[in-house]
């Protein structure tokens, strides 16, 4: 008996060309997602501000009041707050994107696009959360009175940095969970275990200079790094330490585009 592939012409050759001829299913996808999140809950977005806001709560008390882990001249919830707001981004980024593709199996197994719009489309739902998220950092700011920089104008470039992150990890383990469904369990241990490792609660000039560089291997480092410097005036940047994210993120956004390219198609037929 005859077996039917439905895919595109020449789906390699022009991938990308038909990555964006797909766009509106990008957008799709990523408006669907959003509204299933907060589908029959009482207060709906709220839930966006109110996470990262308990959060950065128990983080200053513990690592402000309790560890005195301060910057002096920056207040802790602003030092908070500003690493909070791109770990949430990177966290539930690589949460949803490494589900996105087993919770999208009837449309995988069904049609023809790129694989690759569905778990960026599950990052561009947190992408959302975290511009709802930032107005409670406009209001920190405004409630401590505390001074808006030229650094400010760096924060765009940061939150694409944020983007691409969780996008190249995301893809490896997305592509890896079709196949090997154990890692929807590793997933929240990684995503727990990452938030102690990574400087949220405190700053990164606390650790020690020597250990200081080998600690930005974690690409999440560079970026909260990032955001301190831009939002907090008085946080100095580690530079050395935020190319060597950089650099970790760019290996990682490749090896995770590549890998997913080489197993996509054959995702319908597993999953």
């Known amino acids: 008996m005859a077996k039917l592939i439905i895919e595109a012409g020449q789906a390699r050759k022009h991938y990308w060309r038909d990555l964006w001829r797909y766009r509106e299913l990008f957008y799709f996808l990523a408006w669907r997602d959003l509204l299933v999140r907060y589908r029959q809950t009482a207060i709906g977005l709220t839930w966006a501000l109110l996470r990262p806001l308990l959060t ?8 402000g009041r309790v560890a005195k882990l301060t910057v002096p001249g920056v207040p802790q919830p602003i030092l908070v707050l500003a690493a909070m707001l791109p770990w949430q981004f990177f966290s539930n980024s690589l949460s949803d994107s490494s589900n996105s593709l087993v919770a999208n199996a009837n449309l995988i197994s069904k049609i023809y ?4 719009v569905v778990p960026a489309s599950s990052v561009m739902v947190s992408m959302v959360e975290f511009i709802i998220s930032f107005a409670i950092m406009v209001v920190l700011l405004f409630i401590y009175h505390y001074p808006i920089t030229w650094h400010f104008i760096a924060l765009p470039p940061l939150v694409v940095l944020s983007f691409l992150a969780a996008l190249g990890p995301g893809l490896l383990i997305t592509a890896l969970n079709v196949k090997y469904r154990d890692f929807r369990y590793i997933i929240p241990f990684i995503v727990q275990f990452g938030l102690y490792v990574s400087p949220v ?6 650790v020690p200079e020597e250990w200081r560089l080998l600690y930005s291997l974690n690409p999440i480092v560079g970026v909260i790094d990032g955001f301190r410097w831009a939002i907090c005036a008085k946080e100095p940047m580690y530079w050395p330490g935020f190319v060597v994210s950089l650099i970790v993120i760019g290996l990682m956004l490749f090896y995770g585009i590549n890998y997913f390219r080489r197993v996509e198609r054959k995702f319908a037929d597993i999953i």
């Open 113 to 116: 696009f790129p694989r690759l």
């Open 201 to 206: 609660g405190f700053s990164s000039s606390r």
């Open 56 to 63: 950065m709560i128990v983080l200053t008390v513990i690592f």
